[in-house]
Structure formats: C-alpha cells, structure tokens
C-alpha cells in the first residue's frame, strides 16, 4: 500500500498490459497508430491510477497529455526514434529515492523525460529496447591491413565482435587503416520482468559501481564492455568498447556505436545515469596537449543537441595518448574514405614563407603559406591528419595555424610562453552550414574577413556591455565557449595581394541563438 501511495504521489510510471492499451488506442482513434505499428511498451502514470501513458512502440515514442478538469482535451505527442540524438536511463538511488528515469532528446523538440517506479520497471530491458532502435543498423570499423597483405587481396581480422574475411583497396597496402562496415546483430530484445529479476538488477549495479571505485586512473576497455553487457545490460550485443576514459566516479565511454557517458549521482553513488549520444550528433573535436605546469591534457566535442552543447573530458598526463584519442575521433567522424581534391584551391605551393608584416602582427591576421609543407609535416609531426586526408590550404597568425583539408577546418592554438601546450581542433565540412567573405576596406582596414556557421548548438551566453559593432559571427576561437557561428580573418598586403587565415583574437559579442 505505501509503495502505491508513494509512486501516485511521486507520479512514477508503472508497466501495464500493453496489448490492452494498444487496443483502447485504436478505439479512441483508428489514426492515431500507423498501420502495422505495434505498442512493445505502455506506462501508466501516478502508479497506474493516472490519466498520462507513455507508449513505446515500434516506430516512436507516443505521448498522452490528458489536461484540464473534465479531461477531454489530449494532446498526443510523437518522438521518432529516427529522429533521436541521445538518450539516457538512469537507476533509483539509495534511501527515499523511489524512481528511475529515461530521458530522450529529439530534433526539433524539448528534451523528455519520464519517471518509473523503481520495483515495477525493468530500466534496462527499456535500455536494451532503445539499443535495437536506435543505435544505426550499420557500423563502421577501422582495420589495419597486416604486413602480409597485397593491395587488392584478403585477409581475416575481427571487425566488431564478427571475424571475416576483408579484401584490401587497390589503393592501399600494409600498414595503412580501411574502413570497413557490417550490419548490426543487435536486435532490441525484450522480456517481462519479475521480482527476482528486478533484485538481480539491482545486485548488478551496485556490483558494477564497486568496480568503479577500484579503479584510480587506468580502465581496461575488454572488462568494461563485459561488465556494461553483464551487470548492469547498457551495451548492444555486437558493441564494442574501443576507449574509455576515467574522471573520479564518472566514465567517458568509447564504443563502436555510440557516446555513452556513466555518471554516479549521490553521496553513495547508488544513483548511476548512462547517457547515450550517437555519433552522428557530435559535430566538431578538439584535443588539448597538456602545458608545461598542467598535470593534465584536455578532450572537448561539441554537438547539435539542446541543453548537451559541449562534451568535456580531462585526460591525465602520462596516461593517455592525446594525438591517439585526436585519431579516434578523426577516423570515427570523418571516416576513412579519400576525398576528392578541390578543383581550383591555390595550395600556394612553392611559396617562401616571408613573416607577417607589421600590422597583420598586431592585427594577429594570417597569411598563406606552403600547404604542401603543412600537409607533409602534420601527416608526420605530429601526426594530425589521416593518411586519407590531403591539407589544400593553410595559413599562419603569430604562432597559430590554420588547415583546410579535403575532409575539415583544423585550427591549432599554440600557448603560453614555451608553446608546450597546443589544442587540435577540428571542424568537418559537413558541420559547416553557410559561409560568406568580405574584403578589405580602405585606409588602416587592412584585412579581409571569412565566417562560417555551423549547426554546433548555441548556447546564449550573458549580456555584455560591449559597444562595439555587432556581428552575426564569431572569432573561431571562441568555439570553444560554444558558439555556433565561427569567422577567419586575413591580411591583405597594401598593393592588394591577398593571403587568408585565422583570427586568433578575443570573441566578439555572442550571435543570436540557433538551433541544430
């Protein structure tokens, strides 16, 4: 009786027949489920007593709204799964804690969120449900050919938790990295659950979050992927956890379809939130070597979700390989395939490289140099750039760089005094959504100006007092803050020869707000 009172006062959802709320949704209305859909889960609110269901069907996630006193106005929203960015399950606490939750974000829509009874829903059969139709029915891995391998023959390798037989490109050969992509064997399965099963579930998680705690600095991706399909369930069965990244309780985790995020809530950390971004919502990449003082490097990704702007990871020095993790995310979202050379790009090859003049010093403006020398040095030191990858332009502020490759923008920031510290980052073309130039104008305005804008969720920041002209773009450094609109600067010599490059000075003023 005091478990019923509390989740109808908590409004916490429980699982009811699904077959019989299918059917009262097509009495209602015979429009309301497309033909052949199928309700799998159906949530009652207020412990069963209340007029709100949740419906997990098939194809979408379909919500009723029953309002106002007499009940006959209902709102019926529906969330794609198509149309999902990210999601998240997390488990009930310790003590008066008597819920668990799954939250979803979707293009175009306010992030939902719904609270379960934690003793009569089984989180993680909605977890692994949510896998099957989320997560892309396809992946892609990154294999390295062996030694003893001719471009153009085969050769067996694991690819994801599946061992076959690969055939090589003609244009490639050992040693380099081919992508290669099956189809996914994960079907989101589902099974009723039951008392016994629901304790063994919470044994599981308290058991996982032990092993947490064993662990200072270093994780061992092959025990945690069969720890996260064991206890607690959170992977797919064909996952496979590529990297993963420890900070205090919370776990940055690497895999082969997705983002997930493991975060313990709480004094006792009984509480654990698994928060599931797919790739394609992670739309640019940075990686931050560590200083001279510092006593760890930085990882930073950038999205299209509301509320999720920016992804933050502190890696330890000496405990990980930043230009390592810098290639994961590379070959993750960029992929391995060459892309054609830009007709017409004036590369500048040949070009001496004669510094800044004074005032594109001060002006912190760039000029053009060499790409074929830039493409040559990041292909080796350090090693930047894909073997697929082709630098088509670059340019240089004081000490700051600027790439345009055949597949992203990459602006690496040299700073401090000994220059020790360095960030990477990195801005796919297909992030980049519209761009415009503007020449110089006359007299002491000595630089031409290039802005793009990206689909990066805006975060609006504070009001400042700056008077200064506004902008409808930003400084591209200022990405970093989360800003979506980025803009280059360059020099333009004063008999009207042009170079092109990156600003590197302070933000201006915030643009207005946009959405991914």
Not at 124 to 141: D, M, R, S, V
Not at 212 to 236: F, I, M
Not at 327 to 337: A, I, T, V
Not at 440 to 465: C, H, N, Q, R, Y
């Amino acid at each position: 009786m005091f478990s019923q009172f509390r989740d109808y006062i908590s409004d916490n959802s429980v699982l009811v027949d699904s077959k019989a709320e299918e059917a009262k949704l097509k009495e209602i209305s015979p429009h309301l489920l497309l033909a052949g859909e199928n309700v799998v889960f159906a949530f009652a609110g207020r412990g069963g007593k209340g007029r709100d269901h949740h419906y997990l069907t098939d194809r979408r996630l379909l919500v009723q709204d029953v309002t106002g006193l007499t009940g006959k106005q209902v709102k019926y929203r529906s969330y794609p799964f198509k149309n999902v960015k990210a999601w998240s399950v997390s488990t009930a606490g310790g003590g008066f804690d008597s819920d668990s939750e799954l939250e979803i974000w979707c293009s175009g829509m306010e992030k939902i969120e719904i609270e379960f009874s934690k003793d009569k829903v089984d989180l993680f059969a909605i977890q692994q449900y949510l896998n099957g139709k989320i997560l892309p029915k396809e992946q892609t891995y990154s294999v390295t050919v062996p030694a003893d391998c001719e471009p153009g023959g085969k050769f067996q390798c694991t690819v994801g938790t599946q061992t076959m037989q690969v055939a090589c490109p003609l244009h490639n050969g050992p040693g380099d990295r081919i992508a290669v992509t099956v189809p996914s064997t994960n079907p989101g399965s589902y099974s009723a659950p039951d008392a016994h099963q629901t304790k063994e579930k919470a044994s599981s998680v308290a058991n996982f979050m032990h092993w947490l705690g064993s662990n200072a600095t270093q994780v061992d991706p092959a025990e945690l992927e069969s720890r996260l399909k064991s206890s607690p369930a959170v992977l797919a069965g064909d996952e496979r956890v590529e990297m993963a990244f420890q900070c205090g309780r919370d776990f940055l985790v690497l895999s082969s379809h997705r983002l997930l995020i493991v975060d313990p809530r709480g004094i006792t950390g009984k509480k654990v939130k698994y928060m599931s971004v797919l790739w394609k919502c992670i739309r640019a990449f940075m990686v931050e070597t560590a200083g001279t003082f510092d006593s760890d490097s930085e990882l930073k990704l950038w999205t299209n979700i509301s509320g999720m702007a920016v992804i933050e990871q502190d890696l330890r020095r000496g405990q990980c390989d930043v230009l390592a993790v810098q290639r994961f995310f590379s070959d993750k979202l960029l992929g391995m395939d060459a892309k054609p050379y830009t007709p017409g790009a004036d590369a500048a090859h040949g070009q001496q490289d004669q510094g800044a003049s004074v005032f594109a010093w001060l002006g912190d403006d760039s000029r053009q140099i060499d790409a074929s020398q830039a493409n040559q040095q990041f292909h080796a030191n350090p090693p930047i750039l894909q073997g697929s990858e082709l630098c088509e332009m670059a340019f240089k502020g004081r000490r700051d760089l600027i790439l345009f490759t055949t597949k992203r923008i990459v602006r690496i920031d040299v700073q401090g005094w000994t220059g020790r510290k360095k960030s990477y980052l990195s801005i796919p073309w297909g992030t980049v959504k519209s761009f415009g130039v503007k020449s110089a104008g006359s007299f002491l305005d000595k630089d031409s100006e290039m802005m793009i804008w990206t689909d990066i969720m805006f975060v609006m920041g504070p009001p400042t007092d700056d008077c200064g002209r506004p902008r409808q773009s930003a400084a591209l450094g200022d990405l970093a803050g989360g800003v979506a609109g980025m803009m280059l600067e360059a020099a333009l010599d004063l008999d009207g020869g042009g170079d092109a490059g990156g600003d590197d000075g302070p933000p201006p003023p915030p643009p207005p707000r946009r959405r991914g």
